[in-house]
Each structure stands twice: as C-alpha cells, then as structure tokens.
C-alpha cells in the first residue's frame, strides 16, 4: 500500500466501515427480532420489530453518508493531486523556455530631446 494512490486507500477504508457498520446493524437488528419472537405481549412484539426496523434504516442511512463523504474527499484529493502535477510540469516547462532563450537587451540608444511646448 506503500505505493497505493491516498484516494484509493480512503475508498477502501470506507469500504471497511461500511462493510462493519452494517454487519453490527443487522446483528443487532437480529437481537430485537429475536426479542420481538419471545415477547410475552402484543405491545412488546411491535415495539422490538420497530426498534428493528428503525435501527436498520438508522444504519443504513448513516452508512450512505459515510460512503459519500469519503468519495467526495477522494474525488478532491485526486483532483487537488491532477492540479498539482500539471502545475509543476508547467513550471519545470517555464524554467526550460527561460533557459533556453536568454532575455534581449535594451540597446542604449540616444536620448531624445524634450519637446518645446508652443507659446
């Protein structure tokens, strides 16, 4: 990874976490249902099935800006990367014109005189 471009390795990493964040999410959403399966009573039934329902929506939407917020931190980290590079190739070209043709000379040339003003 020593190598790997830094947007890559952050696409990844969310990656990850998504992959994590919602593996926990479904466990414990399986906990509520497995609650909701033992209840004794109508009212508790209905509350762990919306206790896991709500934790899923919970998570997945939490998940989604996760994965968006490291795209556009990607995205920008690359492209602040492309600007980057071109502005230094640039520069490494301005240096190589400027070497190449030395700056031209004034000669030094006669003074013209004044012009007299009319009376």
């Known amino acids: 990874m020593a190598d790997a471009d ?14 994590g964040l919602m593996a926990r999410a ?7 249902n497995t609650l909701a399966a033992k ?3 109508k009212d508790a039934r209905e509350r762990y ?11 997945t939407s939490a998940a989604k800006r996760l994965q968006m917020s490291a795209d ?26 400027a070497e190449k043709k030395p700056a031209k000379e004034k000669p030094a040339g006669k003074k ?4 007299k003003k009319a009376k």
């Open 39 to 41: 209840a004794k009573g």
């Open 49 to 59: 099935k919306l206790i896991a329902k709500n934790t899923m929506e919970q998570a």
């Open 72 to 97: 556009n931190v990607a995205d920008s980290y690359a492209r602040s990367m492309r600007l980057a590079a071109t502005a230094a190739a640039e520069t490494v070209e301005k240096k190589q014109a």
């Open 112 to 115: 013209k005189p004044a012009k």
């Open 6 to 19: 830094l947007d890559v390795v952050i696409r990844q990493l969310a990656r990850q976490l998504h992959t």
């Open 26 to 32: 479904k466990e414990r959403r399986d906990r509520f």
